[in-house]
């Protein structure tokens, strides 16, 4: 069983810039690939970036050139840095973490989620 715990999250102002962090427990965590999700209310969950074990990246169009994802498998931490942050960026963010390397932009290809870090990006 994984447990993620994200932080990092907070309020912002637009332009600014924060990082999360996701820290992964209680499996290998070189066996998964890991992602970010957003969700605003009353709206879907959505794709913000993922990462496979071996580093290769996918990041979702809204936030490319802004958002980079990385990993630091030695820590069992992944990473969401967030530039230039914009008021439609506001949402709970999620850590996921999933076995299988295909579908990073995919929810029900990840198994595991954490419990969310809320950002909030004022105008």
């Known amino acids: 069983q994984v447990q993620l715990v994200e932080s990092g999250g907070g309020l912002v102002q637009a332009g600014g810039s924060l990082r999360l962090t996701c820290a992964a427990s209680?499996?290998?965590?070189?066996?998964?690939?890991m992602g970010w999700f957003r969700q605003a209310p009353g709206k879907e969950r959505e794709f913000v970036a993922g990462?496979?074990?071996?580093?290769?990246?996918s990041i979702a169009d809204s936030v490319k050139g802004r958002f980079t994802i990385s990993r630091d498998n030695a820590k069992n931490t992944v990473y969401l840095q967030m530039n230039s942050l914009k008021p439609e960026d506001t949402a709970l963010y999620y850590c996921?973490?999933?076995?299988?390397?295909?579908?990073?932009?995919?929810?029900?290809?990840?198994?595991?989620w954490g419990q969310g870090t809320q950002v909030t990006v004022s105008s």
């Open positions: 990462i496979r074990a071996g580093g290769t990246t």
């Open positions: 209680g499996g290998t965590f070189t066996g998964y690939k």
């Open positions: 996921a973490a999933g076995r299988n390397p295909l579908g990073l932009a995919v929810p029900h290809m990840y198994e595991y």
